[in-house]
């Protein structure tokens, strides 16, 4: 009996020679690649400007930075998030701190997000649906920088109709291309903005903090070959063979994002009846929901996962709430109990198989199983 993972990638034929094409070709890494993926990526989320990073938690980092944050600020992301959405900030010197989830989306709300106060706050997309950024813009103000954890949800839209990425409310939108991510470069991440001096400060970052634009030099005229190093960056760059299959991933978001929906509405169809298994909230009208997961709960979430495993079925808890981590409480001193939603939800929460390739039977194989151990 094969093995259903939770996600998975969807690799075609046309990704495979567009990778060998680049792996042929002569700039391996920091070539025209990179930028075409940049571009095309910038035209899906309808915004001037995006920046490749080497991961999504390098993009998350890079947007950290660039939004100002230094020791003794705070940053603030969602209890229930991968850990590297508040990660970013701890790499800078800034505390941490945890919004609670509404359970109605799952994600933080106008209303959590002013839990404590924040230089830059990390909304998190969870599994896909659009956090209420336009609520917290309008609730925080301007002072503080959003950085929209984007992770899950390239491809959705927001109840406006706008796609994720568009930063009509935040100040960036950061990107994951990892294999179970919406589109994947195999690791890969990218920054949006609609400011050129962030987008600006990305790029520094991305590559050791160099400048070399002759009118910012200290130095003045050294020469061609001149660059100075003006903050402390890393080398975070993508390479042109991962922007390859990156590009030529995004051909068919639209397509992926479809699928994630009709195996969401399958599964909703399919459980509606079962009392003991609750469903995820749908996008709002007018929205899109991304489906990166598909999550329910259910009061014994422990033997539904051993038993859906022992038949093969992968599913997976998503997450651990991220204060949870030793860690964090070593370091912060958080205790259980700061984020009651998040923590309800962790204890009961399960991600169900769902990707653009899981087919029909297979579906129908964790949905017997659901029903039968719900
Ligand atoms: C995957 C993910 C990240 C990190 O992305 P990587 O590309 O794995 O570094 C950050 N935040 C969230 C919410 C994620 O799901």
């Known amino acids: 009996m094969d093995v259903i993972p939770y996600g998975r990638q969807s690799v075609d034929r046309e990704d495979v020679e567009r990778v060998a094409g680049a792996v ?14 940049e571009e095309a990526l910038a035209e899906v989320c309808d915004v001037p400007y995006a920046v490749a990073f080497s991961s999504g938690t ?18 603030l992301t969602s209890a229930l998030t991968f850990a590297a959405s508040a990660n970013c900030g701890v790499y800078l010197g800034a505390e941490p701190a945890f919004a609670d989830i509404d359970p109605a989306t ?14 830059a706050i990390v909304p998190v997309d969870f599994a896909g649906l659009p956090a209420p950024v336009d609520e917290i ?8 920088a959003l950085i929209q954890d984007a992770s899950h949800s390239l491809g959705a839209r ?6 994720v990425g568009c930063c009509d409310h935040v100040d960036m939108t950061t990107f994951s291309f990892h294999p179970v991510k919406p589109v994947t470069s195999a690791e890969g991440g990218m920054v949006t903005t609609r400011s050129e001096e962030l987008a600006d ?7 050791h903090g160099f400048v070399r634009e002759s009118e910012r030099l200290r130095r003045g005229d050294e020469g061609a070959w001149y660059h100075e190093q003006h903050d402390l960056g890393f080398n975070y760059r993508l390479s042109d063979v991962h922007s390859a299959l990156g590009l ?8 992926f994002v479809g699928r994630r929906n009709e195996v969401a509405e399958r599964y909703r169809a399919a459980l509606a009846d079962v009392p003991s298994v609750e469903l995820p909230p749908a996008a709002p009208p007018g929205g899109l929901h991304g489906y990166h997961l598909f999550v329910i709960r259910h009061p014994e979430r422990r033997r539904l996962y051993d038993g859906l495993r022992a038949e093969g079925i992968l599913a997976q808890v998503h997450y651990l709430p991220v204060y949870w981590h030793p860690y964090y409480m070593d370091r912060y001193g958080f205790r259980e109990g700061l984020c009651p939603e998040a923590e309800a939800y962790y204890r ?6 769902c990707f653009p390739g899981l087919g029909e039977d297979d579906q129908q194989r964790v949905i017997d199983a659901v029903r039968r151990l719900a």
């Open 24 to 37: 042929a070709g002569e700039w391996l890494t920091q070539g025209p690649g990179v930028a075409a993926f």
């Open 348 to 353: 009961s929460c399960l991600s169900l198989p």
């Open 248 to 255: 030529s991933q995004l051909r068919r978001l639209e397509e």
């Open 106 to 119: 799952l994600n933080m709300s106008a209303e959590t997000a002013t839990a404590v106060p924040a230089k």
């Open 58 to 75: 390098a993009a998350l980092h890079g947007a950290a930075f660039a939004a100002g944050l230094t020791p003794g600020d705070t940053l």
């Open 201 to 207: 400060r990305l790029r520094r970052f991305r590559t």
């Open 137 to 144: 813009r309008a609730t925080l103000g301007d002072d503080v």
């Open 158 to 163: 927001h109840a406006d109709g706008r796609p």
